[in-house]
């Protein structure tokens, strides 16, 4: 993008809404997302900070009055300066606190969405990290009433769990004064911003313990991992419209060193956005997630992270299994231009693009957990496959009938003329009929439909075949009678070769089957392997976090606010113990297998059927028959 559009915003009825051209741009964004959102209160310079990040002097509205310039949440899509094949998201929210909007619960909308889709959240203010900076973070105290992360009890506090999915956090102080000194000592920025945070014991004079401590512990709660910087110049000229006009002897030196060491650290520690378990978001994906938050906001409901992994999972498993099966079809379909084919060759192009369909499909995928769409694209596969079998049978059927309606035109010229009707016309028929038949096998002996066309020919000949032998006189009704148990000895054995073929191509197609299956398989394991991985990784960030803080609190002596960590801790082990997936998979690749057993089974018995039903017929022929003409047979 060239430059920012408008994301979200506020719809005539006052409700939040996604823009429709802005979710067109993320649908086309297929490659993983770092999303870098921007908060704080109105006139700050964040649009600056924005700007900056997307290597620009301008793009995000500037301004240099009182009024806010951004309203609602814009977004813009860059390249990743630093991470190859990756998107870069820079999203700019509207102020908080601004006079114009009379709605308080705008603000905590604003502030929950941007929380929800970032991988980074700035936190831009002024001046110094103060109780009243603190205070004025109030939206992150109301982020448990604002964000669910299970729908299965909508009373239950689950806010020890937003520490899965809630972004990293990065303080923005602008027009920082003072030097960096803790009890004269010097200290870096993020020990400013710990002591900012610390938590306080006893009684003060103003606030109660539990009013001043409570948003410093949201925020350790909520964002254990923390950065931050402070900008020790005036904002005034990142304001003025005309920016893009001033050299940089107008800037700080030491504020672009700033502001460059600001985004280096973004661009290099910044992660790719990931939902719950650890799915990467694409843009596609965030385009979804966006909809699905402001939907149910405006609904004036809560948003709910599970609720919304499931819908995604809905929509991106069925897209998915929609991108597999065109990948099979179009690669089908430019092998259809060349049918007829052997089957061998139609079986082997099946299997390359049904494993290439797989991993269109698994590259897209996510929390098919029972193997529902997995399933659903592997029988739309197989039912592709049996229809453009069909279509080769049917061409190659055309094709036969073409070599023997070539070969047998001068034997109909000759039937036509009544050149058999005569003494050892039924010699001459059958000497023909075999050169044709032999010429024939020698042209379309790799035909899948060879066989069974012979068949059919030499029955429909065999009418023609009946009427020369009642016709010629010199054959005796002896001669007549043995003559006629070869023909149909003969049509006999054509039948059980084209029995035998249909055989030999159904095991064809079962052992193509087989290895696809064995490949899909493999493939799923593969998945299952990763997300199993992303899973743990997931677990440890967690209980690094985690300890992380029950250290802090037992460092700073909040003993009882530790014994509560441990309590989430050993809950956390739990819930993670329970939600481990090794038995999930192992249970979906048993069910594959076995599903596939059953039809190649079913398949078989079929088979077995139709051959015993032949043979019962052919032996039938041979009871009827005389003796003496068994024994001639």
């Known amino acids: 993008?060239?430059?920012?559009?408008?994301?979200?915003?506020?719809?005539?009825?006052?409700?939040?809404?996604?823009?429709?051209?802005?979710?067109?741009?993320?649908?086309?964004?297929?490659?993983?997302?770092?999303v870098?959102?921007?908060?704080?209160?109105?006139?700050?310079?964040?649009?600056?900070?924005?700007?900056?990040?997307?290597?620009?002097?301008?793009?995000?509205?500037?301004?240099?009055?009182?009024?806010?310039?951004?309203?609602?949440?814009?977004?813009?899509?860059?390249?990743?300066?630093?991470?190859?094949?990756?998107?870069?998201?820079?999203?700019?929210?509207?102020?908080?606190?601004?006079?114009?909007?009379?709605?308080?619960?705008?603000?905590?909308?604003?502030?929950?969405?941007?929380?929800?889709?970032?991988?980074?959240?700035?936190?831009?203010?002024?001046?110094?990290?103060?109780?009243?900076?603190?205070?004025?973070l109030q939206y992150?105290?109301?982020?448990?009433?604002?964000?669910?992360?299970?729908?299965?009890?909508?009373?239950?506090?689950?806010?020890?769990?937003?520490?899965?999915?809630?972004?990293?956090?990065?303080?923005?102080?602008?027009?920082?004064?003072?030097?960096?000194?803790i009890d004269g000592k010097d200290v870096t920025e993020d020990e400013y911003l710990e002591f900012a945070l610390k938590l306080k014991h006893g009684n003060l004079k103003i606030l109660s313990v539990i009013e001043y401590n409570f948003p410093r512990e949201c925020i350790q709660k909520f964002f254990p991992s923390r950065k931050c910087f402070t900008f020790p110049f005036p904002t005034a000229l990142e304001n003025m419209s005309s920016l893009e006009s001033l050299n940089s002897a107008d800037i700080s030196s030491e504020f672009l060193k700033v502001t460059d060491h600001f985004c280096q650290f973004v661009f290099?520690?910044?992660?790719?956005?990931?939902?719950?378990?650890?799915?990467?978001?694409?843009?596609r994906v965030l385009g979804h997630l966006a909809k699905t938050y402001v939907d149910t906001i405006s609904s004036g409901?809560?948003?709910?992270?599970?609720?919304?992994?499931?819908?995604?999972?809905?929509?991106?498993?069925?897209?998915?299994?929609?991108?597999?099966?065109?990948?099979?079809?179009?690669?089908?379909?430019?092998?259809?231009?060349?049918?007829?084919?052997?089957?061998?060759?139609?079986?082997?192009?099946?299997?390359h693009l049904s494993?290439?369909?797989?991993?269109?499909?698994?590259?897209?995928?996510?929390?098919?957990?029972?193997?529902?769409?997995?399933?659903?694209?592997?029988?739309?596969?197989?039912?592709?496959?049996?229809?453009?079998?069909?279509?080769?049978?049917?061409?190659?059927?055309?094709?036969?009938?073409?070599?023997?309606?070539?070969?047998?035109?001068?034997?109909?010229?000759?039937?036509?003329?009544?050149?058999?009707?005569?003494?050892?016309?039924?010699?001459?028929?059958?000497?023909?009929?075999?050169?044709?038949?032999?010429?024939?096998?020698?042209?379309?002996?790799?035909?899948v439909k060879a066989e069974e066309v012979l068949e059919e020919f030499l029955k429909q000949k065999s009418v023609d075949s009946e009427a020369i032998l009642q016709a010629d006189k010199k054959l005796s009704e002896k001669e007549k009678k043995i003559k006629k148990e070869k023909e149909?000895?003969?049509?006999?054995?054509?039948?059980?070769?084209?029995?035998?073929?249909?055989?030999?191509?159904?095991?064809?197609?079962?052992?193509?089957?087989?290895?696809?299956?064995e490949e899909r398989m493999r493939q799923m394991k593969e998945k299952m392997d990763e997300e199993m991985r992303l899973q743990r990784e997931e677990a440890e960030r967690v209980m690094d976090r985690k300890l992380r803080e029950q250290a802090d609190l037992l460092e700073r002596s909040f003993k009882e606010k530790a014994d509560r960590m441990s309590q989430e801790i050993e809950e956390f082990k739990r819930q993670n113990a329970e939600s481990n997936r090794a038995g999930e998979f192992a249970a979906i690749l048993e069910n594959s297998k076995r599903r596939h057993e059953e039809e190649m089974a079913m398949m078989m018995q079929q088979r077995r059927e139709q051959m015993m039903g032949m043979q019962q017929r052919a032996i039938q022929q041979i009871i009827l028959r005389p003796s003496d003409e068994c024994c001639i047979s």
């Not at 430059?3 to 802005?22: E, M, N, W, Y």
């Open 36 to 136: 870098v959102a921007v908060v704080g209160l109105y006139r700050t310079g964040k649009s600056y900070l924005m700007n900056r990040l997307a290597g620009k002097q301008s793009g995000f509205a500037l301004g240099s009055t009182i009024e806010s310039k951004t309203k609602g949440i814009w977004m813009w899509c860059v390249s990743h300066p630093t991470k190859a094949g990756t998107t870069l998201v820079l999203l700019d929210t509207e102020g908080l606190g601004d006079v114009d909007r009379g709605d308080p619960k705008h603000d905590t909308n604003i502030f929950s969405l941007a929380v929800l889709l970032s991988s980074t959240l700035v936190y831009n203010s002024r001046g110094t990290i103060d109780n009243k900076a603190v205070m004025d």
């Open 355 to 447: 494993s290439t369909a797989t991993q269109a499909f698994m590259k897209r995928s996510f929390r098919d957990t029972d193997g529902k769409y997995l399933k659903s694209l592997q029988e739309n596969i197989i039912k592709l496959f049996d229809e453009y079998l069909c279509q080769n049978e049917q061409a190659s059927k055309k094709r036969c009938e073409e070599i023997l309606s070539s070969l047998s035109a001068p034997m109909m010229k000759k039937l036509k003329q009544g050149f058999y009707t005569k003494p050892g016309g039924y010699d001459l028929f059958c000497k023909d009929l075999e050169d044709i038949e032999k010429k024939y096998n020698s042209q379309a002996n790799k035909e």
């Open 301 to 351: 409901a809560v948003p709910c992270l599970e609720n919304a992994v499931i819908a995604m999972a809905t929509i991106e498993n069925e897209a998915a299994v929609k991108e597999g099966l065109q990948v099979y079809q179009s690669g089908m379909e430019k092998l259809k231009d060349s049918f007829p084919l052997e089957l061998k060759n139609v079986s082997s192009e099946h299997q």
């Open 488 to 517: 149909k000895a003969a049509i006999l054995e054509q039948e059980i070769k084209a029995r035998d073929e249909k055989q030999r191509q159904l095991e064809e197609k079962m052992e193509a089957e087989k290895q696809s299956n």
């Open 140 to 181: 992150v105290t109301e982020l448990s009433d604002c964000i669910k992360v299970k729908s299965s009890d909508e009373d239950a506090d689950d806010s020890s769990e937003f520490v899965k999915f809630f972004p990293s956090f990065i303080w923005a102080v602008r027009d920082f004064t003072l030097e960096l000194k």
């Open 1 to 34: 993008m060239d430059k920012p559009v408008c994301f979200i915003d506020t719809g005539s009825d006052g409700k939040l809404r996604v823009q429709q051209s802005a979710l067109q741009m993320l649908q086309q964004i297929q490659q993983p997302v770092v």
């Open 268 to 283: 290099h520690d910044s992660c790719v956005k990931r939902l719950k378990d650890g799915h990467t978001v694409t843009g």
